[in-house]
């Protein structure tokens, strides 16, 4: 271990709070996951919160244990789900537990906009207006909690409040920033057209850091009671999504990737945004990516239909493998209905295989189920793929699946089956990767993203999907995408 240094990556999902470290040789990386504990939003009241301080908690474990395990701490950096944030009062302390974006308050706000306000809102910052956003959770807190905004000094989203918490610094990072829509990604500032057309308090917005950049150090306190030494805070792609993404494998500058977990991330890597009414329509939205990239995106359902199928299943106390779920979705040999993953009534529904029943309008066997799972989320990634093509003008061979999601060599390969072009699977852990290879620039500034994903690529195994060459398969494959395109 002694040669190698011991970069300490925080990824906190909304299922999951993890610390890895990640082992540099001076050529590879490799990740060693140290602490992984459930994440869950709470419901108090009817309002459901992130508990931030056991969040902040368990970190502080991982840390340690990081420490015990591989030696001191080289540097830290933070990467979190995004939009989410907590307000600090004018004591400076934090005002109460961070709102999830599950709450409706996003959604009032939203429905009060009108047609022209949102497009507005699109053209001065490129990101699409979800109800999820930032921007509408704010402008809900300023509405429905106004005693929270009122006493509000400072804005922190996630990633950000848990730099506060670890280093006592008020800063912002640019990518998570993106998740706001309050950031013109065309110059990554503030929009002052955003901020003027809400008369939003501006200073309630930290400043920015530069990715590579040490912003802070562990706070001497929190080192002194972990036995651990003081390490450096570095700022890197703090939303999951664009840390992902820095870990794709790819050969060239232009490619496709999905960064798959609960979200189906969908997209190509941009130097500059694309903005214009065919973006705005077909719901892709120019996120922040790392070193001023721009992640061209579509926010897509993912995981998230069939985690929730299996929840179900297992409602009577018996388990099922992944493996075990696929067998049962592949035991079906006919034609299956497919449905829109993205339609709102697979957004939070009680009971998954009764949504999909009902959205297809028919009494489903639950391998059949499973199995219209599969492919409507296969159809949903070819169409997006297709707009994404029509967008940016550009023909793609391989498509890239990053994060957990890309275990499932099942949707692996129905989803090469149905797009026709490769799939090219891993790594898994993606945002890690990606987080521990921006934090390498704490030590050589001039280090460029491909360098960084050439390190990244001989860290990490891939496993590739080539399409069927079964012609009844690909005929089926067809049928089903010509059922799906007729949903819209
Ligand atoms: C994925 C993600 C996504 C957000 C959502 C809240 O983890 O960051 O980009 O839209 O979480």
Same mark, same amino acid.
Do not use: H
């Given at each position: 271990m002694e040669n190698k240094k011991n970069y300490v990556a925080f990824d906190c999902g909304n299922s999951s709070v993890r610390v890895l470290s990640g082992l540099f040789d001076g050529e590879k990386i490799e990740t060693k996951l140290i602490h992984q504990v459930p994440n869950e939003a709470i419901n108090v009241n009817g309002i459901f919160y992130w508990d931030i301080l056991y969040i902040f908690r368990e970190l502080q474990i991982g840390l340690q244990k990081a420490f015990i395990k591989y030696?001191?701490?080289?540097s830290v950096g933070i990467s979190t789900w995004g939009i989410d944030f907590g307000l600090l009062g004018k004591s400076g302390q934090l005002l109460g537990n961070p709102l999830c974006y599950r709450n409706d308050f996003g959604e009032k706000v939203l429905n009060n906009l009108s047609k022209d306000e949102k497009d507005k809102i699109f053209k001065a910052t490129g990101i699409l207006d979800h109800p999820m956003n930032s921007l509408y959770q704010l402008l809900g807190i300023k509405e429905y909690l106004p005693e929270y905004y009122k006493e509000a000094e400072k804005f922190l989203l996630i990633p950000d409040l848990l730099a506060w918490l670890f280093t006592g610094v008020i800063c912002g990072e640019p990518t998570i920033a993106s *998740?706001?829509?309050?950031?013109?990604?065309?110059?990554?500032s503030y929009s002052s057209e955003v901020i003027d057309h809400f008369q939003l308090?501006?200073?309630?917005l930290p400043s920015l850091t530069k990715h590579g950049e040490v912003y802070g150090e562990l706070k001497y306190n929190i080192a002194d009671s972990l036995k651990i030494n003081v390490c450096p805070f570095v700022s890197i792609p703090s939303h999951d999504t664009a840390s992902a993404v820095v870990?794709?494998?790819?050969?060239?500058?232009d490619f496709l990737f999905i960064s798959s977990g609960t979200w189906s991330l969908i997209g190509t890597e941009l130097k500059e945004p694309i903005i214009n009414d065919d973006v705005y329509r077909e719901g892709f939205a120019n996120e922040g990516g790392a070193l001023?990239?721009? *992640?061209?995106?579509k926010n897509s359902t993912g995981m998230h239909i069939l985690q929730n199928i299996k929840r179900v299943m297992e409602k009577e106390g018996e388990k099922y493998s992944w493996d075990e779920l696929v067998k049962m979705a592949d035991s079906c040999k006919g034609i299956i209905p497919v449905f829109d993953p993205?339609?709102?009534?697979?957004?939070?529904?009680?009971d998954m295989p009764v949504a999909i029943c009902d959205y297809t309008g028919k009494e489903l066997s639950i391998e059949e189920v499973l199995a219209s799972a599969y492919i409507s989320l296969a159809c949903s990634y070819k169409r997006s793929i297709e707009k994404i093509e029509n967008l940016s003008d550009k023909q793609y061979n391989v498509i890239h699946i990053v994060g957990g999601?890309?275990?499932n060599d099942y949707l692996n390969q129905i989803t090469s089956d149905i797009s026709g072009k490769i799939v090219i699977a891993g790594p898994e852990e993606a945002t890690s990767f990606g987080n521990i290879g921006i934090q390498l620039?704490?030590?050589?500034?001039?280090?460029t993203l491909p360098q960084i994903r050439h390190i990244l690529k001989k860290s990490i195994s891939t496993r590739s999907f080539n399409p069927a060459k079964d012609q009844h398969l690909l005929i089926k494959m067809e049928t089903y995408y010509e059922k799906y395109k007729e949903l819209f």
């Open positions: 030696g001191p701490v080289e *998740t706001t829509q309050i950031l013109n990604m065309r110059n990554w308090n501006k200073s309630l870990s794709v494998p790819a050969m060239s500058d001023g990239t721009i *992640t061209f995106l993205n339609d709102k009534s697979f957004y939070n529904p009680q999601g890309c275990r620039k704490k030590d050589q500034q001039d280090l």
